[in-house]
């Protein structure tokens, strides 16, 4: 039975990686590593120092190229299972190629697996197909954790519940009416600009826990075009950006 590790690495930080995320990574044979494009390099270079500099031990390190979802299938979740199909594919031939049958991979993982990731869905295709796998996950410290020490708030307002949704969502059904608090992820439109600001408070950042990190905050009404702007210049000057945010219904 193949081990396969999923190793949370935190949002950009080495500093982040858990002393159990550092002991199953130097106990892996092979570490995938995967490359996402030029415009995202520096995610690959975290995970290349990662393994040459902070690893007491030497796993082989095998890189390969991400598949590219197709952005035009008509149906968004169509797009995404035919994306995470070929990476099972990818994962399998990598898997047969260069692990024992008593071997152990490891995968690092931006964040944490159950946090707005594929890989975990991956790994249970690749069950399916057959793959003897046994899966192992290693949580990491989140976007979402480290957007609320910057700004220094609490992630919800005393017994009051909490949703983490995706942009695609908040543009498309509006402002949740179950919570007073809404995380965002995976926002390319920055979608907060769907909503009426008023009484909407915002806690905005991007590359979160790395040296680049942007934080804005206040009013939606008064800083969603500066957040629009800083964004688009930060995404001008890196090639790539990843951001996330927090809004909160405020009673002024």
């Given at each position: 039975m193949i081990t396969l590790s999923l190793v949370g690495i935190g949002s950009g930080n080495p500093d982040h990686l858990t002393r159990e995320a550092i002991k199953t990574l130097d106990s892996a044979d092979v570490i995938l590593l995967p490359r996402k494009g030029a415009e995202k390099s520096d995610l690959a270079d975290l995970r290349r120092m990662i393994a040459?500099?902070?690893l007491t031990t030497a796993p082989e390190i095998i890189e390969f190229d991400y598949?590219?979802?197709d952005a035009n299938t008509p149906k968004y979740l169509d797009g995404v299972d035919t994306w995470h199909d070929a990476l099972a594919g990818i994962w399998q031939n990598l898997i047969t190629d260069h692990i024992q049958p008593d071997g152990r991979v490891a995968l690092m993982v931006w964040g944490d697996p159950s946090l707005y990731d594929s890989t975990l869905r991956i790994s249970d295709r690749l069950i399916a197909r057959g793959t003897p796998l046994r899966v192992n996950v290693v949580p990491g410290i989140t976007s979402l954790q480290m957007l609320t020490a910057a700004h220094t708030i609490p992630l919800n307002t005393l017994g009051a519940?909490?949703?983490?949704t995706t942009g695609r969502n908040l543009r498309d059904a509006g402002w949740p009416q179950e919570a007073d608090t809404v995380a965002v992820m995976l926002d390319g439109e920055c979608s907060f600009s769907h909503l009426d600001p008023t009484g909407i408070h915002i806690w905005w950042g991007a590359y979160v826990g790395m040296p680049q990190q942007t934080l804005m905050s206040g009013p939606l009404g008064e800083v969603g075009d500066k957040i629009i702007q800083a964004r688009a210049n930060a995404r001008a000057e890196s090639g790539?950006?990843?951001?996330?945010?927090?809004?909160r219904k405020t009673d002024h």
């Open positions: 040459t500099e902070i598949p590219v979802r519940p909490v949703l983490i790539w950006i990843m951001d996330i945010y927090i809004l």
